[in-house]
């Protein structure tokens, strides 16, 4: 009688709709008429509803939640113009300095929110994973420690862009934007061993015993191949950079824009400050 039953359907173009009886609107909001409903007994009589049950004019919700055995009342918001990350922190501050809870009560964070944070903690724990695994990988690849820590330098140079892409974006790091990150790291990386790699070549294939030389002609000889798959990822990326902003981009702007400062950064960063590094602390 009050919340409906479905008797039938109704078919528009190809979407169908329950049609539910249940009486009227003003039969439900009176609240006399709600106590003289009758209802089916056990025994088969009906009785009016207020012969089994006390009806009084409250507030409160309209139905009881639960949530691993405790009860639970959401309030809930959309997020427009905002990163969701800086309204949850902004209610969090608002909440702590003017609401005090009653013993027994909590206030939980969760939906999108809580989805993010879970998905941000796996993200951290894999990266923590792939660093490591990438400079085993390369130790033994290189048989050189001190190799492949030169080679892993280049992370910081990367991350310098990449912060100044997530800047730009909006100053938020989102899950798009940690993606964009490893992606980012693994060029990197990829940089460093052409580098390191050819300076090796050098002095084992060719010969070339002083430092300097090795290290100048290693940087010049692979500067023309470095530079040109930086700028062709470039390219590839500057149309999702420049979407920032628009409805739609909100994945793939965040994660590109981190992805290109950080090649920029990287890739010149590394032409400098990676030979300099191996050139003053490698020895041949």
């Not at 009688?1 to 039938?8: D, E, I, N, P, T």
């Not at 006399?32 to 006390?54: C, F, M, Q, W, Y």
């Not at 959309?78 to 902004?90: G, Q, W």
């Not at 061993?193 to 430092?211: P, Q, T, W, Y």
């Amino acid at each position: 009688a009050f919340s409906g039953k479905r008797v039938s359907q109704v078919l528009e173009g190809q979407i169908a709709f329950d049609m539910v009886l249940r009486y009227d609107d003003e039969a439900r909001r009176d609240l006399e008429a709600v106590r003289n409903t009758l209802i089916s007994t056990p025994l088969g009589p009906k009785v009016p509803l207020h012969a089994v049950a006390d009806l009084q004019d409250d507030r409160g919700p309209n139905y009881v939640g639960r949530e691993a055995v405790q009860r639970r009342i959401v309030v809930s918001c959309n997020v427009a113009e905002r990163s969701l990350v800086d309204v949850v922190n902004k209610v969090r501050q608002r909440v702590a300095q003017s609401v005090q809870l009653p013993r027994g009560y909590r206030v939980e964070y969760g939906g999108q929110f809580e989805s993010a944070a879970s998905a941000s903690r796996i993200l951290v724990a894999l990266g923590v994973v792939v660093f490591i695994a990438i400079f085993g990988l390369l130790i033994v690849a290189f048989h050189s420690t001190a190799d492949a820590a030169i080679v892993m330098l280049n992370l910081p140079l990367a991350l310098i862009g990449g912060v100044a892409g997530a800047y730009a974006g909006g100053g938020v790091l989102s899950i798009a934007g940690m993606i964009g990150f490893i992606a980012l790291f693994g060029i990197a990386v990829r940089n460093g061993i052409l580098l390191v790699s050819h300076i090796r070549h050098l002095k084992e294939a060719e010969g070339i015993v002083d430092r300097r030389e090795a290290v100048a002609r290693g940087a010049v000889e692979r500067l023309a191949p470095i530079l040109m798959t930086a700028l062709t990822a470039s390219l590839a990326l500057l149309p999702l950079a420049l979407g920032a902003g628009k409805p739609g981009d909100e994945i793939q702007s965040p994660m590109a824009l981190v992805i290109l400062y950080g090649m920029l950064s990287s890739t010149f960063l590394n032409m400098v400050v990676l030979p300099a590094i191996y050139c003053r602390f490698r020895r041949f």
